[in-house]
Protein backbone atom coordinates (compact mmCIF):
# COMPACT_ATOMS: atom_id res chain seq x y z
CA UNK A 1 0.00 0.00 0.00
CA UNK A 2 1.06 3.59 -0.66
CA UNK A 3 -0.26 5.97 1.90
CA UNK A 4 -1.05 8.96 0.47
CA UNK A 5 -1.83 12.68 1.99
CA UNK A 6 -3.55 15.45 -0.26
CA UNK A 7 -3.63 19.20 0.70
CA UNK A 8 -5.80 21.16 -1.52
CA UNK A 9 -8.01 18.11 -1.30
CA UNK A 10 -10.52 20.04 -2.97
CA UNK A 11 -9.44 22.11 -5.26
CA UNK A 12 -8.63 21.53 -9.21
CA UNK A 13 -5.63 18.87 -8.87
CA UNK A 14 -6.81 17.81 -5.34
CA UNK A 15 -10.04 16.60 -6.45
CA UNK A 16 -8.15 14.57 -9.65
CA UNK A 17 -5.66 13.07 -7.60
CA UNK A 18 -8.47 11.84 -5.42
CA UNK A 19 -10.08 10.32 -8.96
CA UNK A 20 -6.81 8.60 -9.77
CA UNK A 21 -6.57 7.20 -5.86
CA UNK A 22 -9.65 5.81 -5.74
CA UNK A 23 -9.50 3.68 -9.10
CA UNK A 24 -6.90 1.96 -7.38
CA UNK A 25 -7.95 1.00 -3.51
CA UNK A 26 -5.86 -1.80 -3.09
CA UNK A 27 -2.64 0.29 -4.10
CA UNK A 28 -3.88 3.82 -1.91
CA UNK A 29 -4.66 4.36 0.81
CA UNK A 30 -5.62 8.19 1.39
CA UNK A 31 -4.46 8.85 5.37
CA UNK A 32 -4.62 13.17 5.51
CA UNK A 33 -6.05 16.21 3.16
CA UNK A 34 -6.65 19.36 3.80
CA UNK A 35 -10.26 20.72 2.52
CA UNK A 36 -11.84 23.97 1.59
CA UNK A 37 -14.65 26.12 2.94
CA UNK A 38 -16.86 24.22 0.70
CA UNK A 39 -18.84 22.53 2.93
CA UNK A 40 -20.81 20.24 0.54
CA UNK A 41 -17.50 19.62 -1.44
CA UNK A 42 -15.63 18.95 1.77
CA UNK A 43 -18.42 16.43 3.12
CA UNK A 44 -18.71 14.88 -0.33
CA UNK A 45 -14.63 14.30 -0.34
CA UNK A 46 -15.40 13.00 3.40
CA UNK A 47 -17.87 10.35 2.74
CA UNK A 48 -15.93 8.98 -0.04
CA UNK A 49 -12.63 8.44 2.20
CA UNK A 50 -12.24 7.13 5.47
CA UNK A 51 -9.09 9.46 6.21
CA UNK A 52 -6.98 10.00 9.95
CA UNK A 53 -6.59 13.43 9.44
CA UNK A 54 -8.48 16.48 7.83
CA UNK A 55 -7.34 20.39 7.74
CA UNK A 56 -10.31 22.72 7.72
CA UNK A 57 -9.78 25.93 6.01
CA UNK A 58 -10.73 27.56 9.55
CA UNK A 59 -12.08 26.47 12.79
CA UNK A 60 -15.49 28.14 12.75
CA UNK A 61 -16.82 24.44 11.56
CA UNK A 62 -14.82 22.08 13.64
CA UNK A 63 -17.81 20.96 16.07
CA UNK A 64 -19.73 20.02 12.66
CA UNK A 65 -17.14 18.09 11.37
CA UNK A 66 -15.82 16.59 14.56
CA UNK A 67 -19.99 15.52 15.78
CA UNK A 68 -20.74 14.21 11.73
CA UNK A 69 -17.17 11.75 11.36
CA UNK A 70 -16.10 11.03 14.95
CA UNK A 71 -13.33 8.59 13.55
CA UNK A 72 -11.42 11.54 11.74
CA UNK A 73 -9.21 13.64 13.81
CA UNK A 74 -9.99 17.50 12.62
CA UNK A 75 -7.28 20.57 12.38
CA UNK A 76 -7.46 23.87 10.73
CA UNK A 77 -5.83 26.60 9.43
CA UNK A 78 -1.99 27.05 8.36
CA UNK A 79 -0.74 25.26 11.87
CA UNK A 80 -3.42 22.57 10.50
CA UNK A 81 -1.72 22.28 7.28
CA UNK A 82 1.82 21.28 9.29
CA UNK A 83 0.03 18.56 11.49
CA UNK A 84 -1.31 17.35 8.36
CA UNK A 85 2.02 17.27 6.50
CA UNK A 86 4.46 16.08 9.81
CA UNK A 87 1.83 13.15 10.55
CA UNK A 88 4.23 10.62 11.67
CA UNK A 89 2.80 8.25 8.76
CA UNK A 90 5.09 7.81 6.14
CA UNK A 91 4.02 8.08 2.45
CA UNK A 92 3.42 10.58 -0.62
CA UNK A 93 2.32 14.21 0.14
CA UNK A 94 0.66 15.54 -2.72
CA UNK A 95 0.75 18.81 -2.59
CA UNK A 96 -2.16 20.80 -4.56
CA UNK A 97 -2.14 24.09 -2.78
CA UNK A 98 -2.38 27.33 -4.68
CA UNK A 99 0.56 30.11 -3.57
CA UNK A 100 3.12 30.92 -1.63
CA UNK A 101 0.93 29.03 1.22
CA UNK A 102 1.99 25.41 -0.28
CA UNK A 103 5.79 26.42 1.01
CA UNK A 104 6.14 25.08 5.10
CA UNK A 105 4.18 22.09 4.53
CA UNK A 106 6.40 21.27 1.95
CA UNK A 107 9.34 21.61 4.08
CA UNK A 108 7.48 19.70 7.01
CA UNK A 109 6.24 16.72 5.33
CA UNK A 110 10.18 16.45 3.67
CA UNK A 111 11.31 17.05 7.02
CA UNK A 112 9.01 14.06 8.49
CA UNK A 113 10.37 11.69 5.66
CA UNK A 114 7.32 12.14 3.54
CA UNK A 115 7.93 12.48 -0.45
CA UNK A 116 6.71 15.12 -2.51
CA UNK A 117 4.51 14.84 -5.43
CA UNK A 118 4.90 18.48 -6.25
CA UNK A 119 1.69 20.50 -8.07
CA UNK A 120 2.50 23.55 -5.90
CA UNK A 121 4.99 25.34 -8.20
CA UNK A 122 5.11 28.48 -5.66
CA UNK A 123 7.23 25.99 -3.32
CA UNK A 124 10.24 25.84 -6.16
CA UNK A 125 10.18 29.42 -7.36
CA UNK A 126 9.80 30.89 -3.41
CA UNK A 127 12.59 27.98 -1.74
CA UNK A 128 14.28 26.12 -4.32
CA UNK A 129 17.46 26.01 -3.08
CA UNK A 130 16.39 25.17 0.53
CA UNK A 131 13.51 22.34 -0.80
CA UNK A 132 16.26 20.80 -3.09
CA UNK A 133 18.84 20.39 -0.20
CA UNK A 134 16.43 19.40 2.31
CA UNK A 135 14.92 16.80 -0.31
CA UNK A 136 18.44 15.39 -0.12
CA UNK A 137 18.93 15.94 3.61
CA UNK A 138 16.12 13.71 4.36
CA UNK A 139 16.39 11.41 1.61
CA UNK A 140 13.25 11.70 0.03
CA UNK A 141 12.26 12.05 -3.28
CA UNK A 142 10.60 15.15 -5.27
CA UNK A 143 8.08 14.12 -7.82
CA UNK A 144 6.86 16.73 -10.23
CA UNK A 145 3.31 17.08 -10.92
CA UNK A 146 3.03 19.85 -13.19
CA UNK A 147 2.58 18.47 -16.58
CA UNK A 148 5.59 20.05 -18.39
CA UNK A 149 7.81 18.81 -15.43
CA UNK A 150 6.53 15.69 -15.57
CA UNK A 151 7.34 15.08 -19.58
CA UNK A 152 10.73 16.62 -19.09
CA UNK A 153 10.94 13.93 -15.84
CA UNK A 154 9.95 10.94 -18.15
CA UNK A 155 11.87 12.19 -21.30
CA UNK A 156 15.06 12.44 -18.41
CA UNK A 157 14.94 9.10 -16.88
CA UNK A 158 17.95 6.98 -17.92
CA UNK A 159 19.48 10.10 -19.52
CA UNK A 160 23.05 11.14 -18.45
CA UNK A 161 22.71 14.99 -17.79
CA UNK A 162 26.08 15.79 -19.65
CA UNK A 163 24.79 14.75 -22.97
CA UNK A 164 21.29 17.41 -22.71
CA UNK A 165 22.26 20.47 -24.86
CA UNK A 166 18.61 22.12 -23.67
CA UNK A 167 15.18 21.51 -22.21
CA UNK A 168 12.35 22.65 -23.99
CA UNK A 169 9.28 23.56 -22.26
CA UNK A 170 6.01 24.26 -24.07
CA UNK A 171 3.62 26.87 -23.67
CA UNK A 172 -0.21 27.34 -25.07
CA UNK A 173 -0.01 31.06 -24.46
CA UNK A 174 -3.51 30.72 -22.65
CA UNK A 175 -6.72 32.48 -23.06
CA UNK A 176 -5.86 35.28 -24.99
CA UNK A 177 -2.94 34.13 -27.02
CA UNK A 178 -4.55 35.16 -29.86
CA UNK A 179 -4.80 38.87 -29.01
CA UNK A 180 -2.72 41.61 -29.27
CA UNK A 181 -1.33 43.53 -26.35
CA UNK A 182 -3.68 46.49 -27.85
CA UNK A 183 -6.24 44.30 -27.32
CA UNK A 184 -5.36 43.36 -23.93
CA UNK A 185 -6.59 46.87 -22.40
CA UNK A 186 -10.16 45.84 -22.27
CA UNK A 187 -10.38 42.24 -21.61
CA UNK A 188 -12.52 40.75 -18.92
CA UNK A 189 -12.00 38.33 -15.84
CA UNK A 190 -14.65 35.69 -17.47
CA UNK A 191 -12.81 35.18 -21.13
CA UNK A 192 -9.51 35.10 -18.82
CA UNK A 193 -10.92 32.00 -16.88
CA UNK A 194 -11.32 30.37 -20.03
CA UNK A 195 -8.20 28.56 -20.82
CA UNK A 196 -8.49 26.96 -24.76
CA UNK A 197 -6.84 23.62 -23.37
CA UNK A 198 -6.74 23.17 -19.79
CA UNK A 199 -9.11 22.80 -17.09
CA UNK A 200 -7.59 23.97 -13.60
CA UNK A 201 -7.85 26.56 -10.91
CA UNK A 202 -8.26 30.51 -11.51
CA UNK A 203 -4.66 31.19 -9.90
CA UNK A 204 -2.99 29.02 -12.68
CA UNK A 205 -5.37 30.17 -15.36
CA UNK A 206 -4.77 33.90 -15.11
CA UNK A 207 -1.19 32.84 -14.96
CA UNK A 208 -1.27 30.97 -18.08
CA UNK A 209 -2.79 34.30 -19.44
CA UNK A 210 -0.08 36.69 -18.97
CA UNK A 211 2.53 33.64 -19.35
CA UNK A 212 3.84 34.10 -15.45
CA UNK A 213 2.99 30.10 -15.13
CA UNK A 214 5.33 29.64 -17.66
CA UNK A 215 8.09 31.73 -16.10
CA UNK A 216 6.83 30.28 -12.68
CA UNK A 217 7.62 26.69 -14.31
CA UNK A 218 11.15 27.87 -16.24
CA UNK A 219 12.37 28.78 -12.47
CA UNK A 220 10.69 25.56 -11.25
CA UNK A 221 12.95 23.34 -13.89
CA UNK A 222 15.97 24.56 -12.80
CA UNK A 223 15.37 23.38 -9.33
CA UNK A 224 13.97 20.33 -10.30
CA UNK A 225 16.17 19.12 -12.72
CA UNK A 226 19.29 21.71 -11.84
CA UNK A 227 20.31 23.12 -15.69
CA UNK A 228 21.34 26.71 -16.08
CA UNK A 229 18.38 29.11 -17.13
CA UNK A 230 20.31 29.75 -20.89
CA UNK A 231 19.44 25.53 -21.22
CA UNK A 232 15.88 26.03 -20.80
CA UNK A 233 13.49 26.95 -23.57
CA UNK A 234 10.12 27.91 -23.86
CA UNK A 235 7.74 27.57 -27.53
CA UNK A 236 4.67 28.31 -28.17
CA UNK A 237 2.68 25.42 -29.27
CA UNK A 238 -1.16 25.80 -28.88
CA UNK A 239 -2.59 22.04 -28.84
CA UNK A 240 -0.67 21.45 -25.69
CA UNK A 241 -0.07 17.74 -26.64
CA UNK A 242 3.63 17.45 -26.37
CA UNK A 243 4.54 18.92 -22.85
CA UNK A 244 7.97 19.25 -22.85
CA UNK A 245 11.17 17.95 -24.91
CA UNK A 246 14.61 17.46 -24.71
CA UNK A 247 17.72 18.24 -27.00
CA UNK A 248 20.65 16.17 -26.43
CA UNK A 249 24.23 17.00 -27.56
CA UNK A 250 24.03 14.45 -30.19
CA UNK A 251 20.78 16.46 -32.26
CA UNK A 252 18.35 13.80 -31.19
CA UNK A 253 15.48 15.41 -29.61
CA UNK A 254 13.06 13.08 -27.09
CA UNK A 255 9.64 14.28 -26.52
CA UNK A 256 6.95 13.56 -24.27
CA UNK A 257 3.01 13.76 -25.73
CA UNK A 258 0.00 13.15 -24.01
CA UNK A 259 -3.83 14.09 -24.02
CA UNK A 260 -4.42 17.28 -21.73
CA UNK A 261 -5.35 15.94 -18.53
CA UNK A 262 -3.65 16.04 -15.38
CA UNK A 263 -4.60 12.79 -13.99
CA UNK A 264 -1.84 11.44 -16.66
CA UNK A 265 0.89 13.77 -14.77
CA UNK A 266 -0.75 12.86 -11.19
CA UNK A 267 -0.51 8.98 -11.84
CA UNK A 268 2.44 8.81 -12.86
CA UNK A 269 4.19 10.83 -10.05
CA UNK A 270 1.79 8.31 -7.64
CA UNK A 271 2.16 5.23 -9.70
CA UNK A 272 6.05 5.69 -10.27
CA UNK A 273 8.43 3.88 -10.93
CA UNK A 274 5.64 1.86 -12.85
CA UNK A 275 2.40 3.30 -15.23
CA UNK A 276 -1.49 3.57 -14.85
CA UNK A 277 -3.51 2.46 -17.20
CA UNK A 278 -5.19 5.35 -19.08
CA UNK A 279 -8.83 4.82 -20.59
CA UNK A 280 -8.10 7.72 -23.39
CA UNK A 281 -5.54 7.53 -26.51
CA UNK A 282 -3.65 10.28 -27.66
CA UNK A 283 -4.90 11.02 -31.22
CA UNK A 284 -1.79 12.66 -33.47
CA UNK A 285 -2.90 15.40 -35.85
CA UNK A 286 -1.88 19.14 -36.96
CA UNK A 287 0.70 20.42 -34.32
CA UNK A 288 2.13 24.08 -34.34
CA UNK A 289 5.09 24.85 -33.04
CA UNK A 290 6.28 29.05 -32.73
CA UNK A 291 9.25 31.00 -31.32
CA UNK A 292 8.72 32.34 -27.83
CA UNK A 293 7.71 35.94 -28.75
CA UNK A 294 8.84 37.57 -25.25
CA UNK A 295 7.66 40.92 -26.60
CA UNK A 296 4.25 39.86 -26.43
CA UNK A 297 4.23 37.71 -22.63
CA UNK A 298 7.06 40.56 -21.30
CA UNK A 299 6.55 38.97 -17.55
CA UNK A 300 8.01 35.18 -18.94
CA UNK A 301 11.05 37.47 -20.03
CA UNK A 302 11.34 39.24 -16.82
CA UNK A 303 10.89 35.80 -15.03
CA UNK A 304 14.31 34.82 -16.75
CA UNK A 305 16.14 37.73 -15.05
CA UNK A 306 14.52 37.14 -11.99
CA UNK A 307 15.55 33.33 -12.00
CA UNK A 308 18.97 34.51 -13.16
CA UNK A 309 19.33 36.62 -9.95
CA UNK A 310 17.89 34.55 -7.80
CA UNK A 311 18.06 35.12 -4.13
CA UNK A 312 14.59 36.77 -2.76
CA UNK A 313 14.14 38.43 -5.98
CA UNK A 314 11.84 35.23 -7.19
CA UNK A 315 10.16 35.05 -4.02
CA UNK A 316 9.01 39.01 -4.74
CA UNK A 317 7.72 38.27 -8.12
CA UNK A 318 5.54 35.38 -7.06
CA UNK A 319 4.29 37.47 -3.78
CA UNK A 320 3.18 40.16 -6.29
CA UNK A 321 2.03 38.11 -9.03
CA UNK A 322 0.02 36.63 -6.40
CA UNK A 323 -1.59 39.47 -4.88
CA UNK A 324 -2.03 41.39 -8.64
CA UNK A 325 -3.57 38.09 -9.88
CA UNK A 326 -6.11 38.22 -6.26
CA UNK A 327 -7.24 41.71 -6.93
CA UNK A 328 -7.39 40.70 -10.74
CA UNK A 329 -10.08 38.19 -9.65
CA UNK A 330 -11.74 40.20 -6.95
CA UNK A 331 -12.45 43.32 -9.82
CA UNK A 332 -10.60 45.47 -7.95
CA UNK A 333 -7.67 46.01 -11.09
CA UNK A 334 -7.59 45.27 -14.65
CA UNK A 335 -5.67 42.27 -16.54
CA UNK A 336 -2.40 44.41 -17.96
CA UNK A 337 -1.91 45.98 -14.14
CA UNK A 338 -1.05 42.84 -12.90
CA UNK A 339 2.03 42.91 -15.21
CA UNK A 340 1.99 46.46 -13.89
CA UNK A 341 2.41 45.74 -10.48
CA UNK A 342 4.85 42.70 -11.39
CA UNK A 343 7.46 44.69 -13.00
CA UNK A 344 7.18 47.84 -10.00
CA UNK A 345 7.74 45.72 -7.54
CA UNK A 346 10.75 44.15 -8.65
CA UNK A 347 12.22 47.22 -10.14
CA UNK A 348 11.52 48.65 -6.38
CA UNK A 349 13.30 45.83 -4.47
CA UNK A 350 16.90 45.58 -3.26
CA UNK A 351 18.14 41.90 -3.60
CA UNK A 352 19.42 39.83 -0.82
CA UNK A 353 21.43 36.56 -1.76
CA UNK A 354 20.96 33.20 0.22
CA UNK A 355 17.76 34.26 2.26
CA UNK A 356 16.96 32.00 5.09
CA UNK A 357 13.38 30.71 5.03
CA UNK A 358 11.85 32.98 7.25
CA UNK A 359 13.04 35.36 5.27
CA UNK A 360 11.38 34.16 2.41
CA UNK A 361 8.02 33.51 4.35
CA UNK A 362 8.45 37.04 5.72
CA UNK A 363 9.08 38.73 2.43
CA UNK A 364 5.98 36.98 0.57
CA UNK A 365 3.77 38.44 3.44
CA UNK A 366 5.22 41.82 3.34
CA UNK A 367 4.61 42.23 -0.25
CA UNK A 368 1.49 40.97 -0.87
CA UNK A 369 0.26 43.17 1.85
CA UNK A 370 1.71 46.09 0.67
CA UNK A 371 0.21 45.47 -3.19
CA UNK A 372 -2.66 44.48 -1.33
CA UNK A 373 -3.53 47.26 0.75
CA UNK A 374 -2.11 49.44 -2.15
CA UNK A 375 -5.13 48.85 -5.05
CA UNK A 376 -7.92 46.77 -3.04
CA UNK A 377 -10.73 49.61 -3.94
CA UNK A 378 -13.04 49.86 -0.69
MG1 LIG B 1 2.27 23.33 -16.26
Known sequence: MKLIYVLGAAGSIG???????????????????SLSSDRIKNKSILDRFKVEICCLRTGDDLAFYEQTYPNVRFVSGDSGLIEVASYPKKGILVNALSGSSGLIPTMKAIESGKDIALANKETLVMAGDLVTQAVRKYGVKLLPVDSEHSALWQVLKDEKIDDVKKIIITASGGSFRHLTRAELQNVTLQDALKHPNWSMGAKITIDSATMMNKGLEVIEAHHLFGFPYHNIETI???ESVVHGLVAFKDGTMKASL??????????YALYYPNRFTYSKHLELTHMSFKPMDFNRFPLLKIAYEVGIQGGLLPTVMNAA?????????SGDISFLEIETIIIQSIQNYKNILHPTLEDIILTDRWIQKEITDRYRKR
Do not use: W, Y
Not at 15 to 33: K, P, Y
Open 15 to 33: EQTLDVISQDQDLFQLVGI
Open 258 to 267: SVSDMRIPIA
Open 321 to 329: NEAAVKLFL
Open 236 to 238: LHD
